[in-house]
DNA sequence: TATTGTTATACTCTATAACTATA
DNA sequence: TATAGTTATAGAGTATAACAATA
């Protein structure tokens, strides 16, 4: 039995980059979810954590934006850090609408882990590939992703 | 408001390739299904056309192998394939426990639709690209797909 | 015993609408 | 009126276990 499984699927599907794309986006969401799946975390929590590290106090709609998760959803995302101690919701004194969400001293340690794990996950993803290699993948991967933003 | 996010992102974030690959492989999910939607059919379907229409009749089990789906979901997909007239399950008269999955005269012309979507969907998806940065994007994805269907 | 197709279950992600409180 | 956070719901993807028929 066993897997090369690529070479048996039809070009229709191996040779489209927009195939490859979903394919390979799934395994590498399914790699990272098993390292930090010991946190109690999945990706989304991540992004989150990683995103407030970064830029500090934000905003759920800000959050929601950001990361292209829908800001229903984020709720209950950020349930789950505040439930674990990783995040804190503070109420916006200026709009009282908002609320200022932003890592506590755990969250930010925890943070620390999640992006060793996250590195140590590329290395794996990426080992086939020399260092130029990446880069030019990557380039190519940004130049993507900006062009998704803007139009289509 | 409006788009540029990605620049806002956290470099943990968009300069990981895996991120992006998440990120654009959902973003290329979106737009297919998005086109498929008219006659009927989510990613999933299409991935099953393509496939049989290249290799012939197969058996359910080895349907699920190449794309990664597990046998059990493969069976809503067939039923529903089926349903629209599109495929058809043939009892296999050596191995009783197998049918064999084979596309319907119907079925080969829905195919061939599904595939010029998906072309024009990739033209949409690499507009910022030139030929020769798509053939070195789609060598490096290429290379990725395999390590991760071998090891990991 | 192991495999094929099937059923059932549960969890996550995604998308949508509607409610509240504020602006 | 419009926006921020929330609640609720439904569809789709994923993962698992268990069963009947067959090898």
């Known amino acids: 039995m066993s897997s090369p499984q690529l070479e048996d699927l039809p070009d229709a599907l191996s040779n489209h980059i927009g195939y490859l794309l979903v394919r390979l986006g799934k395994h590498a969401q399914r790699l990272f979810s098993l390292e930090i799946g010991p946190l109690g975390l999945r990706p989304a929590h991540c992004d989150i954590l990683l995103t407030l590290a970064d830029r500090g106090a934000l905003a759920?709609?800000?959050?929601?934006?950001l990361l292209l998760i829908e800001r229903a959803h984020l709720v209950a995302l950020l349930d789950q850090l505040e439930g674990l101690g990783l995040v804190l919701r503070t109420p916006d004194r200026v709009d009282r609408r908002r609320h200022a969400v932003t890592l506590t001293p755990t969250g930010v340690e925890t943070t620390a882990r999640v992006a060793a794990i996250a590195l140590k996950v590329?290395?794996?993803?990426?080992?086939?590939?020399?260092?130029?290699?990446?880069?030019?993948?990557?380039?190519?991967?940004?130049?993507?992703?900006?062009?998704?933003?803007?139009?289509?």
């Open 60 to 65: 759920q709609v800000e959050i929601a934006n």
């Open 122 to 152: 590329e290395e794996t993803l990426l080992d086939g590939l020399i260092a130029a290699e990446r880069d030019l993948l990557r380039g190519a991967l940004r130049r993507l992703a900006r062009d998704a933003d803007e139009g289509d």
